[in-house]
């Protein structure tokens, strides 16, 4: 399940932040595409380069960024491919939890909120102008935070 992905993670509790997120993002690993924005991506803010994988890897910018750090061009070229390769997938994952989440776990604490400032700020982020994280994001998280036995900072302010 989890080829190509290799980040270093600090401990059962990320992980378990790690994989709430990436639940909830793909509805419990069964969707890779952005829902709304598959087959309209004019729709979407981001156009073409709406939400894909696990974590929903959006934006040009990020596109461009993973393709390079990854040395995948077709990441930036053809963004179905984070969708249908599922190496390529837990590559951005990498990718995204690696340069974007860590730093703010880090300079912002381990906790679900960090981890949400960093993946969907202005949605769900009530300092942002956000309306709170998602339930469904906090259920998830919470689910493997029993599976894993670690209590993880499930505060709703990021």
């Known amino acids: ?13 990320e992980l ?3 994989l709430g997120n990436c639940a909830h993002e793909s509805a419990k ?11 309209n991506p004019s729709a979407c803010p981001y156009g073409w380069f709406y939400g894909r994988g696990y974590l929903q ?17 077709q990441i930036y070229s053809n963004p179905d491919i984070v969708a249908y390769d599922e ?9 995204f939890w690696q340069t974007i989440v860590q730093p703010q776990l880090r300079s912002r604490g381990m906790s679900l909120a960090s ?13 942002q102008g956000g309306g709170g994280i998602a339930p469904q994001r906090l259920s998830m998280t919470q689910c493997f935070e029993a599976q894993l036995g670690v209590e993880i900072d499930t505060t709703d302010w990021c």
């Open 87 to 95: 190496t390529v997938n837990w590559s951005t994952v990498q990718w």
């Open 29 to 39: 690993f069964t969707i890779t595409t952005e829902i709304g924005c598959r087959n």
């Open 16 to 18: 378990a932040i790690l």
């Open 57 to 73: 890897l959006s934006w040009e910018q990020n596109y461009l960024a993973a393709a390079k750090a990854l040395g995948n061009p």
């Open 1 to 13: 399940m989890v080829t190509g992905f290799v980040a270093p993670i600090s401990g059962l509790k």
């Open 115 to 127: 981890s949400v400032y960093a993946i969907n700020g202005k949605l769900e982020c009530k300092s």
